[in-house]
C-alpha cells in the first residue's frame, strides 16, 4: 500500500520545504520508502537531501513538460531510504 502526502501552502516561508524534508529522512529511518518531489524553482528540497542544484540536468519540469520518463530521473540520496525527484530552475519557466 502506498500513502501520499502533499505539503502545501500558496504562502511562502511557512515550512513547506523543512517539513517535506524532515518527514522524508524521518520516515526513512523508520525503514519507508520514501519519493520525495521537488517541484519548487528554488530547489531547497533538492540542496537539502544534499544534491547539487547545479548538477540537476533533468528535474520535475522536463517530467512536466513530458520530455523524460519518471523512472529516468529518480535519484539515490545519502539520506536512508529516500530518493528524489530533484527540481530545476526550468520550472520558473512552467508558469507562464
Do not use: W
Not at 547539487?52 to 539515490?76: A, C, F, P, R, S
Amino acid at each position: 500500500m502506498r500513502t501520499v502526502f502533499s505539503i502545501v501552502n500558496q504562502k511562502g516561508g511557512v515550512g513547506k520545504t523543512t517539513t517535506a524534508v524532515n518527514l522524508s529522512a524521518c520516515l526513512g529511518v523508520l525503514e519507508k520508502k520514501v519519493l520525495l518531489v521537488d517541484a519548487d524553482p528554488q530547489a531547497n528540497a533538492t540542496s537539502g537531501l544534499g544534491v547539487d542544484v547545479h548538477q540537476v540536468e533533468k528535474g520535475t519540469y522536463q517530467l512536466l513538460e513530458h520530455t523524460v520518463q519518471l523512472n529516468d530521473m529518480i535519484l539515490d540520496t545519502e539520506t536512508t531510504n529516500v530518493d528524489l525527484v530533484p527540481a530545476h530552475i526550468d520550472l520558473v519557466a512552467i508558469e507562464i
